[in-house]
């Protein structure tokens, strides 16, 4: 078997994946800033049954962050391997002001949607469709 997830942080309609250096990882997070975006999890899942693979999607918003909290975030090394120059289960766990739908799909491996497409009958699944709606 083999699992694969891929997570991207989307704002106007534009993808902002993993930042090239430091000086990126603060440009993104100047413009994620008192902001709303999308953050998008892939899961695919691949075994003796075939290929399986859906997605979930959260809704994140971010406080005011101030310039000396961006550019000390964006300094350290966490934010360069995250999509979005942020990690919510990190350092930058205190700027979200308001999530709608599962952390774990920010944090970039959405339980619920694995177990779904691993097939595991509730409460693992717990009746999740793919976009993070109650099916």
Do not use: W
């Amino acid at each position: 078997m083999v699992v694969g997830a891929d997570t991207i942080v989307v704002l106007d309609g534009e993808v902002l994946g993993k930042p090239r250096d430091h000086e990126e990882a603060a440009s993104m997070l100047h413009r994620l800033s008192d902001r709303s975006h999308d953050v998008i999890t892939a899961v695919a899942v691949n075994d003796a049954r075939g290929l399986r693979s859906s997605h979930d999607r959260a809704r994140v918003t971010f406080r005011a962050l101030p310039a000396g909290v961006i550019e000390a975030y964006a300094a350290t090394d966490e934010p360069l391997d995250k999509a979005g120059a942020y990690a919510l289960q990190g350092g930058a766990a205190g700027f979200v002001a308001d999530l709608g739908g599962d952390p774990q799909t920010v944090i970039g491996l959405p339980i619920s949607l694995l177990c779904q497409l691993l097939q595991f009958p509730a409460p693992c699944g717990k009746g999740q469709t793919g976009d993070g709606r109650q099916g």
